[in-house]
């Protein structure tokens, strides 16, 4: 994730009159890695999973333009975690989770209902397949970050030209757990209190909450605990933001 321009204003970031500059940026973006090995569908997975983190997944056409820039410009066939839905043989899935949200099919796909996988082309659109088939593959990766206040991980993530998470997809969230698992309960999420009022940090619009009803949570109205992270089954959670906590950069 490149950032286009922008900052937050380190000091004076409680006062109503602190400023934030904000910029383009997508919701997700960790980093695509290409396989050269050829391997069917599930084996393709199960390598994924042991070595990376999953299969690739798309959740707009710059999350594919990404892909390109991540593997070296170019794109070539592979596997991507593009599967049917087992139960509903119209629905497709990610192999992460969660139904998928974004269509990048090749003109006429998905062609047969035999083929139960999926496969991105080289100019970036998707084909149905034989899940036994060998194919070259994706994998995505995430990585989580050493314990920080919720700021020194703001800056940590935007010196990297990357950003804190912001709000997740199914298949995002999914990801993020599988990460999480064995390490930590929680992580810094790029959610603000400023000026009155919740925010995510790199400007996309406050679509939705999804806050933690149990402890002492006073998300409200915080007086001391002013900053966001999420818990590793996908509720909200607000820290004092000199606590340190886990993070990832994407």
Known sequence: MFLD????KASNLEGRSSFLTYFSSPLFRPKHIFIRRKLN??????????????LSFFNS?????????????????????????????????????GYITYENWHSGQPSNSRENKGN?????????????????????????????????ALSHCREKQTDLANQLSEAELHLAKVKVKNITQRFWIGLRYLADRWLWV?????????WSQGGDQDHHCPIQKRCGAIHKE????????QDKLHFMCI
């Open 5 to 8: 321009s922008g900052q937050v």
């Open 202 to 210: 790199n400007g996309e619009p406050l679509e939705h909450e999804s």
């Open 61 to 97: 056409q710059s999350d594919i333009d990404k892909l390109q820039n991540d593997t070296g410009g170019s794109i070539n066939h592979g596997w991507i975690g593009l599967q049917r839905d087992p139960n509903n043989n119209t629905a497709w899935m990610w192999s992460g989770g």
């Open 234 to 241: 996908g509720l909200w959670e607000n820290w004092d933001c």
């Open 120 to 152: 991105i082309r080289p100019d970036g659109k998707w084909n149905d397949r034989i899940g036994t088939n060998l194919l070259h593959f994706y994998c995505i990766d995430v990585t989580v970050e050493e314990k920080m206040s919720w700021e020194d």
């Open 41 to 54: 569908w599930n084996e393709a997975q199960a390598y994924c999973r042991q070595h990376y983190t999953e």
